[in-house]
T-cell receptor
Framework: DTAVSQTPKYLVTQMGNDKSIKCEQN?????MYWYKQDSKKFLKIMFS???????INETVPNRFSPKSPDKAHLNLHINSLELGDSAVYFC????????????FGPGTRLTVT | GENVEQHPSTLSVQEGDSAVIKCTYS??????FPWYKQELGKGPQLIID?????GEKKDQRIAVTLNKTAKHFSLHITETQPEDSAVYFC??????????????FGAGTQVVVTP
């Protein structure tokens, strides 16, 4: 039983294209996140949503737009992809915001050519 | 600024030996410190965490210690096994200006356990 799932696992696309990554959690959590892991493996938070409301936006370019249709889903849409967007994107969820355990999905490796 | 520093960046140990990874943080309001293990091609997996009201926590072969005064916390793995080989990340809750907490991660430690 997958707790946090993401699709697709791999995404290869050209510069300028628009793409989406989907995330679902079946843990009954209220809070979901998107993280970016760069080529040096550094993990950095991009967004967090609590009960479908955007709470944290870490000065991510406007080309990135998260959407949470319900508490179990958090999708990430990226417009006008750039070479620098190549990374692994992780979705995560937790019971609430703050000092709660966060559980990560398997990641989506995005390659922009 | 908000910072979590992690050392060493790579750690090679013989099977059966112990491994220690150290982290420091700067935000004195931080009260939650998780450790994650990331295997190749997978997402980070929470392996142990500690809160600021305790100084040590142990779970089988792994333990974490916290020194709030010095703003240090460490991961200890005893009797290492080849399956312990992975990248390990420390993290600390950082409070945002809106009083929400977010995880700030260290840069990671590549642990290699050789048989």
């Amino acid at each position: 039983d997958t707790a946090v799932s993401q699709t697709p696992k791999y995404l290869v696309t050209q510069m300028g294209n628009d793409k989406s990554i989907k995330c679902e959690q079946n843990l009954g959590h209220d809070t979901m996140y998107w993280y970016k892991q760069d080529s040096k493996k550094f993990l950095k938070i991009m967004f967090s949503y609590n009960n479908k409301e955007l709470i944290i936006n870490e000065t991510v370019p406007n080309r990135f737009s998260p959407k949470s249709p319900d508490k179990a889903h958090l999708n990430l849409h990226i417009n006008s992809l750039e070479l620098g967007d190549s990374a692994v994107y992780f979705c995560a969820s937790s019971q609430g915001l703050g000092a709660y355990e966060q559980y990560f999905g398997p990641g989506t490796r995005l390659t922009v050519t | 600024g908000e910072n979590v520093e992690q050392h060493p960046s790579t750690l090679s140990v013989q099977e059966g030996d112990s491994a220690v990874i150290k982290c420091t943080y700067s935000d004195s309001a931080s009260n939650y410190f998780p450790w994650y293990k990331q295997e190749l091609g997978k997402g980070p997996q929470l392996i142990i965490d500690i809160r600021s009201n305790v100084g040590e926590k142990k779970d089988q072969r792994i333990a974490v210690t916290l020194n709030k005064t010095a703003k240090h916390f460490s991961l200890h793995i005893t009797e290492t096994q080849p399956e312990d080989s992975a990248v390990y990340f420390c993290a600390a809750i950082i409070m945002t200006t809106d009083s929400w907490g977010k995880l700030q991660f260290g840069a990671g430690t590549q642990v290699v356990v050789t048989p």
